[in-house]
């Protein structure tokens, strides 16, 4: 193995542009995420990184060095040299970030802000070194000789496509390289349609969101179809006919449909958001034989035969932390800590909580006594921009669906709402004792 790409979860879409090139260029290349949990040691990862490959390119970004994930303990192994005097460590930086102290001394080649054709070059260079200037692979066999599919060269990361109908990026975005790297693997490995299901407020559009803007460069067409009202997605196709081209504007909806169609069996390089997706029998009819990617997003858990279904968990410890950090840099660690385990870790209600807390200037314990007082009105306050409404009224809002469908079911979430969070003996339910 020539070269083992170490990364962070969140710059998957660099990795796999470098490995692309680095195996265009003859190479062979392993792909590795950095994927740290506190207390993971850069010594013990670099050792085993170095153990499987000639050289461990490394690449350099805010999210590599978040500090819940780098250790500062003395790492020599990474210094040494190979045989041909190259350092067995390449950075490469492809996002402005401060690498710690210990890493000034590696020059790192800067790879963001370039075009293709320079950030390649770059990346090539690198890999050759200076010690070996006229040690250039041999030209390489084509791209298809080695198995990569015909077209799959992605862009250089940061350049969405020119067909793209995508919500904006959460700048606050927050962890989640478990959910997204996993997903990444499952559609490049053929499982082209994938379901994010979870329950309200826990991350599911925010995650589809982060993977459509992190993996654009794969893409030739993204398009977004908002899936709650099923009666507005064929319009939405209409209008994806229009912005690719395929049907002039004043194309009635059947033809633009057709048109759609033909275009997701005959390409494959295109990505579909179906977006709070409730009724699955509402998305079925649009995935037949198509040959791209499809994500879903759904509080609905039938999607048996549809898709492949990543049940989307509330935040880990640290990610919650994280994201009140986000809102309120100087939080201590025991305050971040103790409101993120009365919020459940719940996302909505941790961006609900940040943005209050920066707001009002409140301090953590006058929140959390006001949440004990004066819940409903608490969680009814400024939901965060990227979400309709605050998790009191979400939580309403479902609690009138359920009314009018299972009124039995109210009933009982009336019941379990008297005990504790802990699980409850479901003995208790279905046996009460008549007194
Ligand atoms: N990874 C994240 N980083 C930062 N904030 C997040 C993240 N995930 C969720 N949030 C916050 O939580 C809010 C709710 O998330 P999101 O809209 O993704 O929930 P959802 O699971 O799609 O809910 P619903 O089922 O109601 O559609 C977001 O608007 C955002 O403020
Ligand atoms: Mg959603």
Redesign the pocket.
């Known amino acids: 193995m020539d070269f083992f790409i170490s990364h962070a979860g969140r710059d998957r879409a660099w990795a796999e542009w470098v490995a692309w090139h680095l195996v265009d260029a003859g190479y062979t290349v392993e792909l590795d995420t950095w994927d740290w949990v506190a207390g993971d040691n850069f010594v013990t990862k670099m050792a085993a990184a170095l153990d499987g490959a000639e050289r461990v390119v490394a690449l350099f970004s805010p999210a590599y060095f978040e500090p819940q994930r780098y250790t500062t303990d003395e790492w020599a192994s990474a210094f040494v040299h190979d045989e041909e005097q190259r350092p067995r460590l390449l950075p490469l930086v492809v996002e402005e970030c401060e690498p710690p102290q210990l890493l000034r001394p590696l020059i790192a080649q800067k790879l963001f802000g370039l075009d293709e054709d320079q950030a390649r070059k770059a990346l090539l260079d690198a890999a050759r070194g200076p010690q070996r200037p006229d040690g250039r692979p041999e030209f390489p066999p084509s791209a298809q000789a080695r198995g990569q599919e015909a077209g799959s060269r992605p862009r250089v990361p940061g350049h969405p496509p020119a067909v793209w109908n995508v919500p904006g990026r ?1 700048s ?5 390289d478990g959910v997204l790297v996993p997903l990444r693997e499952r559609l490049l490995s053929g499982k082209n349609t994938q379901v ?1 299901h ?13 993977y459509a803007h992190g993996f654009a460069a794969g893409y030739d067409l993204v398009w977004w179809i908002d899936s ?1 009202r099923t009666g507005l997605i064929s319009e939405q196709f209409a209008a994806l006919a229009v912005a690719a081209g395929l049907v002039g504007t004043n194309t009635d909806h059947t033809a633009a449909e057709l048109a759609v169609r033909k275009y997701f069996r005959e390409k494959s390089r295109w990505l579909l958001v179906f ?2 997706a409730e009724d699955p029998g509402a998305v079925r009819p649009w995935l037949s034989g198509v040959a791209g990617h499809v994500l879903i ?3 609905n858990p039938a999607w048996n035969e549809i898709g492949t279904r990543t049940e ?1 968990q509330e ?1 880990q410890r640290q ?1 919650s932390i ?2 009140l950090r ?1 809102r309120q840099p100087g939080l201590a660690d025991a305050e971040a800590d103790r409101l993120a385990d009365e919020l459940g870790d ?7 909580a940040g ?1 209050t807390l920066a707001e009002t200037g409140l301090s953590v314990p006058e929140y959390l006594r006001l949440l004990a007082s004066r819940t409903n009105d608490v969680l009814n306050e400024k ?6 409404t605050s998790l009191a009224a ?1 939580v309403r809002v479902s609690m009138e669906r359920l009314a009018a469908d299972e009124p039995a079911a109210v009933a009982l979430l009336q019941v379990c709402a008297m005990f504790a969070p802990e699980p409850i003996p479901t003995d208790w339910l279905s046996k009460p004792k008549a007194r």
């Open positions: 959460n606050d975005f927050t962890g989640r994010l979870g329950i309200g407020g826990v991350g599911k559009t925010q995650l589809a969101i982060e709650e977006d709070n997003t759904s509080r989307v935040f990610e994280a994201l986000s719940l996302p909505l209600a941790l961006a609900q943005g939901p965060p921009s990227s979400y309709p979400a």
